[in-house]
């Protein structure tokens, strides 16, 4: 069973608010990722991280910003969310060597109204 | 680089019907191929994976083949149930490079 854990699940908030979506994993990844995932079903890797200190942004543009400080913590902030920002962000992580699979958190699925 | 092609959905199948989602791949090297299962409301969950060609993954009823020569990772089970209503996505890793995910493809199991 994968231990990778995303708080909270689902959250509502007002236009202008700022959040942070929590990602914390216990297997000692140095690899770990966001996606959005929007309801076409299609993931977007939005940032990506190989490290402590190490952050990269993915393919698809995003206001957001990420930070890793620990291995096992992979946060993500909205300074000031926008409906557009209304979405599903799954966290990821992954250990060494490409027949190694990648880990996925149940998702936060955020509305921002 | 690299990249993943799924046949489009939804795939709409009775019960105890045969299921093929088709994947092929482009890749340099020797990459790993994967099928993972998103439920309602879930993350993905691994399904199976294959790291070298002509392996075969399989997992609760569901195979697939790592064929170099065609390049394709398709996914089949010969009997489905309503149970397996999920979105299958199809992926590659690489070294050295990041997971690249088919874009999905939603399947319903009438019963």
């Known amino acids: 069973e994968a231990d990778i854990y995303q708080t909270p699940r689902y959250l509502v908030i007002g236009t202008g608010k700022k959040i942070t979506l929590e990602c914390s994993q216990t297997m000692g990844h140095d690899k770990m990722y966001w996606y959005q995932q929007d309801p076409g079903m299609e993931l977007h890797l939005i940032h990506y991280?190989?490290?402590?200190?190490?952050?990269e942004k993915g393919d698809l543009s995003s206001e957001s910003t990420v930070s890793r400080i620990r291995t096992e913590h992979f946060p993500l902030t909205l300074e000031s969310a926008r409906p557009s920002h209304t979405s599903q962000y799954l966290c990821?992580?992954?250990?060494?060597?490409?027949?190694?699979?990648?880990?996925f958190g149940q998702g936060t699925r955020l509305t921002v109204v | 680089g690299n990249s993943v092609t799924q046949m489009e959905g939804p795939v709409t199948l009775s019960e105890e019907a045969f299921l093929t989602i088709n994947c092929t791949y482009t890749?340099?090297?020797?990459?790993?191929l994967f099928w993972y299962v998103q439920y309602p409301g879930e993350g993905l969950q691994l399904l199976l994976k294959a790291t070298k060609a002509d392996d075969k993954g399989s997992n609760k009823g569901f195979e697939a083949t790592y064929r170099k020569e065609t390049t394709s990772f398709h996914l089949e089970k010969g009997s489905v149930q309503v149970s397996d209503s999920a979105v299958y996505f199809c992926a590659l890793g690489n070294y050295g490079q990041n997971f690249v995910f088919g874009p999905g493809t939603r399947l319903s199991v009438l019963p």
């Open positions: 991280s190989y490290g402590v200190n190490s952050t």
């Open positions: 990821a992580s992954r250990g060494q060597g490409t027949g190694t699979e990648a880990f």
């Open positions: 890749a340099t090297g020797y990459p790993s």
